[in-house]
DNA sequence: CTGGGGACGGGGCCC
DNA sequence: CGGGCCCCGTCCCCA
C-alpha cells in the first residue's frame, strides 16, 4: 500500500489557516466540563476528555503542541476505550504514572466488555484523600492508568507505548520525532526568500528554489533531458521503459502512470473495478 | 482523451 | 533527536 494512500487529505483541498491556528491558546489546561466535550467515535467507542485538573506540562521545544491519544491503535474498535481528547501535553501514559502518583486515584468499575467506560466509572476520588478503594465493584483504588488498564485488562501497548498525536489535525504518531516532522507540515517554517512561499522542510525549499534558478541535477541517462526533481526524473525513465506499470483491467491498455490510468478509468473504460498493478521490479 | 512535465507533499530510513 | 535524503505519490497544466 502506498504510504501516501494513507495520508488524509484537507477535504476543502485547500490548506487550514495556520495563521489562526498558531495563533490558538495550545497548551492550555482545559477546565470545562467533561460531559461537554465527549464525543463518539465508533458506536462501541467514546473518547473522552482528560480530568481536567490533572495534566500540564511546559511544552519545551516542540514546534507546537500535542495531546494525549484520542485512541489507541491498539485498542480493538469493538472494545472499551480510554483516551483524552484535549490538546494538554506530549506524555505518554507511563510518562502520566507518576503525575497522576502525585493526585488522586482513579476509580474504574467491572463492567460487560462492549461497555464504554464513562466520565462517572472514571472519576477522580476525593482530592488529598488517601483513598483505596477506586474500584466501584471490587473498592480498590489505582493510582496510576497504568495499574488501572491492567485492572481493564487493556492491551500492553496501550499501558506502555508512548503515542502522540497532533494537535491540529487527527494523526497520531509512536514517536515525538516523526509528530514533530508532521507538524512541520502545519507550521510550514522554510520560507522561500525569493517568493515567500512557505514548506515544511529544507529540501523541500531547495527544490522549489531550483524552479527559480532554473537547476536541473538529475539528468536522464536515455535521452538529453534533465529534471530539477528525482520523482519527475523517475516518472520521465517510465516512458523509456517498454513496460508500462499500470495496466487496465477492462481493456488491458497499459500506462505509464496510475494517474493517468486512473484517467482512463474515470472515462468511462472500466468504472466498477480497479485495474490491476504491474509492479515492476527494478 | 492521452501522454508527459513541473511542482510539490509526506512518511520512512539513515547517519 | 534532528536533518537530509529517498521513495512513492498527487495535482495541475499543456501539447
Redesign the pocket.
Known sequence: ??????????LS?K?PDYAVLQDSKKYEVMTESPSSKLRTLHPHQTVFPAPHHVISAPIG??DSGMYLPPQHPSVPMDGPVLAFTYPVTPIALRDVQPVLSTLEPFQHSHSDPDEKLTVSQLQPGTSGQERRDGCLDCQKSYFTFSSLSKQRNLPCEWQCQ?YFSCKYCD?E?V????L???I???T?PCV?KL?G????????????????TGE?PFS?PH?T???????????????HSEI??YQCRSCL?????????????????CPMSRSL?C?SQD
Open positions: 500500500m502506498p504510504r501516501s494512500f494513507l495520508v488524509k487529505k484537507h483541498n490548506k521545544s516542540l508512548k494523526k504518531y514517536s515525538l520525532g516523526a514533530k516532522m508532521h512541520r507540515t502545519h510550514l522561500c517568493c512561499k512557505a514548506f515544511s522542510r529544507p529540501w523541500l525549499l531547495q527544490g522549489h528554489i531550483r524552479t527559480h536541473k536522464c535521452c533531458r534533465a529534471f530539477a526533481d528525482r520523482s519527475n526524473l523517475r516518472a520521465h525513465l517510465q516512458t508500462k506499470k491498455k497499459t500506462f505509464s502512470r496510475i494517474s493517468l490510468l486512473s484517467k482512463h478509468e474515470e472515462a468511462g473504460c498493478y509492479q
